[in-house]
């Protein structure tokens, strides 16, 4: 069905077609909405602002069903009521459509999105879930819009210490053979067993470089056999690389965030570009030589000493670093996947870096007015030390570690709310599969629903605290509507738009109605954090409408039942979207 137009959006093409001009429109506490513009207009046209809102007021449609008062007040403010029918009407058109009134972008384009960034050889930490968490959920938001979405997984898999590892398993071959444990944990298990053997390895070959020169000597010429593409050594390396996929699918399956094989291209995915890049930069004067390695400058970035700060995109020894990675991405996903927008969800800390490199890439030529590229930066997990998130004896935290305290403490929190059920008891099975979805939902929220670039405490019991601004919070109304549907006998949602509709009633559907604004905006300025607002308005106004306008009990008059079951169901499927889009679980009970 086609898009369905929000009662904000008719309301201000309507005022701007009266004005003359487009008017601002907002939310208000005096009304429904308040129009201004009209002052700026009387100005400009040396007239009284009152009488020019009045003659606007006069100009509007009469008795169109859509807007039951407006007031003129203060300088030609504008205070529009919407009418109880129009909201209703509006809210029917949503629930008919399986995208809730979502319209599809009108010229989509392809974005991808950097996200996700784990090392071969290396155990995830906490440092690696707010780019996996962050950038999923663009990347749901983004296609749910309509844009055509290419993940790109740019995992550290290059570089000097897969020499010495390389080394070491060629003169011990069977220390990667798996383990016979016999186990039966599935992937989980099969991850965390790649995950130690590579962990011992990575201690026994370290050791053995630090003690023993030849064998120190013999990595180093193994990185340059890498580098080269010996086929010996690149099977080796391969090695690395399936095992340590093994424990990523593992982790991204347990924080419920699928990773593809054909997204996850690293960086010896540009190793066969990296020469060229140089060359290309080089010839055009973009990059120059500077002791030996080749430089970009900028006349905007110097070091505390006034001297200016390089791009070193290939070192005075020949090797390349992050930045000729960097640039060979940038030419591959513009040149070869055709990307309107790149985007980058990575820290904060890497801002400079990617100043740079975006400089440099549109100093030559690689991005232009039609491609975009921004870097997505966030910031820290503290402790409640206000201290970056850290073990008691100071390590970095491991993700599965978080992940697992985080599904135990949401089980608790379930275990003890399941006494109170009045539909049956969970089996303990149920218990289980809803403290997955609760603790890891509670881990996503809080990261969701903090501000781009800011950092946030990581505090276990408020994140899956049935009260406050919690994923928890949202799940149980979710479930509650779930509930009231399941009891609502044979009645059905329907429409009434002949039925006025208490406060409580009009505020929900007003709020319904922002949805797919709410969306557009998040989808424009990639913050998440505005849809996990959104959402948390969403289901503490259904909790006012649920305590001021009964549903089941005590039984209203038919036809009240069943528009009230329509802001109920609808409420339902918008928090439902809205919670699939930020990659978060709904269950059905709780």
Request: with cysteine; net charge negative; proline share 4%.
């Amino acid at each position: 069905m086609a898009s369905v137009n929000s009662l904000s959006a008719t309301i201000q093409q309507r005022v701007a077609d009266a004005l003359g001009a487009d008017p601002l429109l907002r939310r208000s506490d005096r009304a429904d909405f308040q129009a201004n513009g009209v002052l700026g207009l009387a100005k400009r046209n040396k007239a009284n602002p009152r009488e020019l809102a009045a003659e606007v007021v006069a100009a509007l449609p009469a008795d169109d069903g859509l807007i039951a008062d407006i007031e003129v007040s203060g300088p030609g403010f504008l205070n529009i009521t919407v009418a109880d029918s129009a909201i209703t009407r509006t809210l029917a058109a949503r629930a008919a459509d399986d995208r809730l009134g979502v319209p599809a972008k009108a010229d989509p384009g392809v974005t991808v999105i950097d996200y996700a960034q784990p090392n071969v050889a290396k155990e995830m930490h906490v440092g690696h879930l707010r780019s996996s968490v962050i950038g999923d959920a663009l990347v749901k938001i983004l296609e749910f819009e309509g844009e055509t979405v290419i993940r790109r997984h740019h995992i550290g898999d290059w570089g000097t210490q897969f020499g010495m590892l390389i080394q070491y398993l060629v003169e011990h071959p069977h220390e990667l053979d798996h383990d016979a444990t016999g186990g039966t944990g599935g992937e989980e298990e099969a991850g965390e067993a790649s995950m130690s053997r590579l962990n011992r390895l990575y201690k026994d070959s370290r050791a053995l470089f630090d003690a023993d020169d030849d064998f120190k000597t013999r990595s180093r010429k193994r990185v340059v056999d890498l580098q080269a593409g010996d086929p010996e050594t690149l099977a080796m390396w391969q090695r690395f690389v399936d095992e340590s996929k093994i424990y990523f699918n593992s982790v991204y399956d347990k924080l419920d965030i699928a990773i593809r094989d054909e997204d996850v291209v690293g960086e010896s995915g540009y190793n066969d570009m990296l020469v060229e890049t140089c060359t290309l930069l080089e010839k055009s004067g973009v990059a120059v030589r500077s002791n030996g390695a080749l430089c970009v400058f900028f006349d905007d970035i110097k070091g505390k000493d006034g001297e200016p700060v390089p791009l070193i995109v290939q070192k005075a020894d020949g090797g390349f670093g992050y930045a000729a990675t960097d640039l060979s991405a940038v030419r591959n996903r513009t040149a070869d996947l055709h990307a309107n927008t790149l985007l980058y969800v990575v820290d904060s800390r890497q801002a400079l870096h990617f100043k740079m490199v975006f400089e440099t890439a549109k100093r030559a030529g690689w991005l232009t007015d039609e491609v975009k590229a921004l870097h997505i930066p966030f910031g820290t997990l503290l402790g409640k030390d206000g201290k970056p998130y850290k073990t008691r004896s100071g390590e970095t935290f491991r993700l599965v570690d978080l992940l697992d305290e985080a599904v135990e403490r949401a089980g608790a929190v379930i275990e003890e709310k399941n006494q109170e059920g009045s539909e049956g008891a969970l089996t303990p099975e149920e218990i289980a599969d809803r403290a997955k979805e609760v603790g890891i939902g509670a881990i996503k929220y809080a990261d969701l629903s903090t501000s781009l670039g800011r950092d946030y405490v990581f505090d276990l019991d408020r994140m899956v605290s049935l009260n406050g601004d919690t994923s928890v919070y949202l799940q149980y109304a979710y479930a509650r509507i779930q509930s009231i549907l399941r009891k609502s006998g044979d009645a059905k949602p329907v429409a009434h738009p002949e039925l006025p509709l208490a406060p409580a009633e009009r505020a929900l559907g007003l709020l319904l109605d922002e949805f797919a604004e709410t969306l557009a905006s998040v989808s424009e300025t990639y913050e998440p954090h505005k849809l996990a607002s959104y959402l948390y308005a969403l289901a503490s106004t259904f909790t006012t409408f649920y305590d001021q306008c009964p549903v089941v009990k005590p039984e209203p008059a038919p036809d009240v039942k069943e528009n009230r079951l329509l802001l109920c169901d609808l409420t339902a499927r918008t928090l439902g979207q809205g919670m699939a889009l930020l990659g978060i679980r709904t269950p059905e009970r709780l």
